[in-house]
């Protein structure tokens, strides 16, 4: 059974540009989530989405967005990018919704900001 | 509010050693889950285990064993008989309600990164 898939591995991008990254949960997974991690801060939940809805959503300003398809891909999009933006962003899927199921994580997109 | 906290940031241990991770959460749900993962240098988050708020049973994986006590709010992580490839950062987590009131959210402790030497 395929993991978490997300694309791309690697990204640079200069302040003030748009990023959007990819995330192709588990077989039969509809819950996909995202989270930043960084040195600073360690890892914060930003959203998740569950049959094409935002669910929950974590303390991140509007420049974060995403969405799922309904095939339970999901996508990030960070606009007018910031040094600050730079992290690692992690996706995660679980069968549903509601955080009381283990997480499954994929390895992640390393944003670099210049 | 939630927060989760490992006091420890790092442990360096040599292999053989048993080696326990502090977590203390704090919660004013009254049901709640409690989870540990693992992130290798590869970066993938993976998970190892899940508690919730009525289950106080200590349980043991092969050489991993977890002790969940509400009275002090802590879930420690024992790796008994160390060896090089648990060297990884591990992270405590607690689900429940976000910061924002904006619904359920995995809060996640800073992590404590092991360093298991030969």
């Known amino acids: 059974k395929a993991g978490v898939t997300q694309t791309p591995r690697y990204l640079i991008k200069t302040r003030g540009q748009q990023v959007t990254l990819s995330c192709s949960p588990i077989s039969g997974h509809r819950s996909v989530s995202w989270y930043q991690q960084t040195p600073g801060q360690g890892l914060q939940f930003l959203f998740e989405y569950f049959s094409e809805t935002q669910r929950n959503k974590g303390n991140f300003p509007g420049r974060f967005s995403g969405r799922q398809f309904s095939n339970s891909r999901s996508e990030m999009n960070v606009s007018t990018l910031e040094l600050g933006d730079s992290a690692l962003y992690l996706c995660?899927?679980?069968?549903?919704?509601?955080?009381?199921?283990?997480?499954?994580f994929g390895d992640g997109t390393r944003l670099s900001i210049l | 509010a939630q927060k989760v906290t490992q006091a420890q940031t790092e442990i360096s241990v040599v292999e053989k050693e048993d080696v326990t991770l502090d977590c203390v959460y704090e919660?004013?749900?009254?049901?709640?889950?409690l989870f540990w993962y693992k992130q290798p240098p590869s970066g993938e988050l993976v998970f190892l285990i899940r508690r919730n708020s009525f289950d106080e049973q200590n349980e043991i994986s092969g050489r991993y064993s977890w002790n969940f006590q509400k009275s002090t709010s802590s879930f420690n992580f024992t790796i008994t008989a160390s060896q090089v490839v648990d060297s990884a950062v591990y992270f405590c987590a607690l689900s429940g309600i976000t910061y924002s009131n904006s619904g359920y959210a995995l809060n996640f402790g800073k992590g404590t990164s092991l360093l298991v030497t030969p």
């Open positions: 995660a899927s679980s069968p549903v919704s509601g955080f009381y199921q283990p997480q499954h």
């Open positions: 919660t004013r749900d009254t049901t709640y889950y």
